[in-house]
């Protein structure tokens, strides 16, 4: 077997399992602050996929955290943060979450 061959079907794929549809929803985000604090509040969803999501919040988190997002729409759901960032195109910040439940959103 050709060693170029071995070598690239051992390289993690960077595109996401399915595809990221863009939205615009409100959502609760609840969680804890870095020290420990319970939070609460008003966050947008601007995008969306089966198991995550990328959402604007002023909430000062870790990754690695465990928050919870309550859509309009639905359940609450479990999730984890995964991705930390200031959008340069607006200067807010957006999180990267992955959800906990393997249905994701559309559990029941």
Do not use: C
Not at 66 to 87: K, M, Q, S
């Amino acid at each position: 077997m050709n060693e170029e061959l071995k070598f690239e079907g051992t390289v993690p794929s960077q595109r996401p399992r399915s595809p990221r549809v863009p939205v615009e929803f409100a959502v609760v985000l609840e969680g804890h602050t870095l020290d420990g604090k319970s939070f609460q509040t008003e966050a947008l969803a601007v995008k969306v996929s089966r198991g995550g999501a990328t959402i604007v919040t002023d909430a000062t988190v870790e990754l690695g955290a465990t928050v919870r997002l309550t859509p309009p729409y639905a359940r609450a759901v479990e999730a984890e943060v995964n991705g930390i960032w200031t959008d340069a195109t607006d200067g807010k910040q957006r999180i990267g979450v992955k959800l906990l439940d393997a249905n994701g959103w559309f559990a029941e």
